[in-house]
């Protein structure tokens, strides 16, 4: 098998793989850390005396969070068991291409984890119809620092350059 080597980083298509491999689990330590002590604390709130006196709304409001909870830590675990089951089948820069996504998934399924914990908690500690709107806009700001702030930097730099070379499907995940 012939390797291209990528014109922008003088690497074949297994090196980059390798390399946006090596990037990925990086970013996916970070997200895991905070995700499974997240919900380590939800599992807990069950158990507290005070939990039997929350009203129905907040209990819905808590399983739905610990169901987001379980299922952010299986997206954000997702790509190790990806990695796993796929290695040696010289897979690599497609299994980098779908933990990457599988990544996404879990950030994105994060930022509905943290919002609905942080609904459950303004909403016990302020019984206010203020909880929502702090929570949308600790939302905005999630989803701006997240997402629209990397779309953007990646669509002015792409167009400034004049090049594709940022694209999604030229180096999704990088």
């Known amino acids: ?11 074949t298509a297994e090196e980059r793989a390798d390399r946006r491999w090596g990037d990925l689990l990086q970013e ?10 997240l919900f380590g604390f939800l599992l ?12 129905t709304t907040d209990r819905t409001i808590y399983v739905v969070t610990v169901v987001l909870g379980a299922a952010t ?14 290695a040696g089948q010289r897979l ?16 994105v399924l994060l930022l509905c984890t943290v919002a609905s914990s942080l609904l459950l908690i303004l909403r016990v500690a302020l019984h206010s119809a203020l909880a929502p709107w702090l929570v949308a806009a600790v939302v905005c700001w999630f ?7 990397p779309a953007l930097a990646r669509r002015r730099y792409r167009d400034r350059d004049g090049s594709d070379e ?9």
Not at 1 to 11: C, I, K, L, N
Not at 92 to 107: D, E, H, M
Not at 143 to 149: D, T
């Open 92 to 107: 690599k820069p497609q299994t980098v291409t779908w933990a990457s996504r599988l990544t996404v998934v879990g950030l």
């Open 1 to 11: 098998m012939v390797q291209v080597r990528d014109p922008g980083r003088q690497e």
């Open 166 to 174: 940022g694209s999604q499907s030229s180096d999704e995940g990088s």
């Open 44 to 55: 807990a709130v069950v158990f507290q005396q005070r939990f039997t006196s929350l009203s």
């Open 143 to 149: 989803v701006c620092c997240w997402f629209v702030l």
């Open 28 to 37: 996916l330590r970070v997200a895991q850390t905070g995700v499974q002590i």
């Open 73 to 86: 830590t299986g997206a954000l675990i997702g790509p190790v068991s990806f990695h796993r089951m796929l």
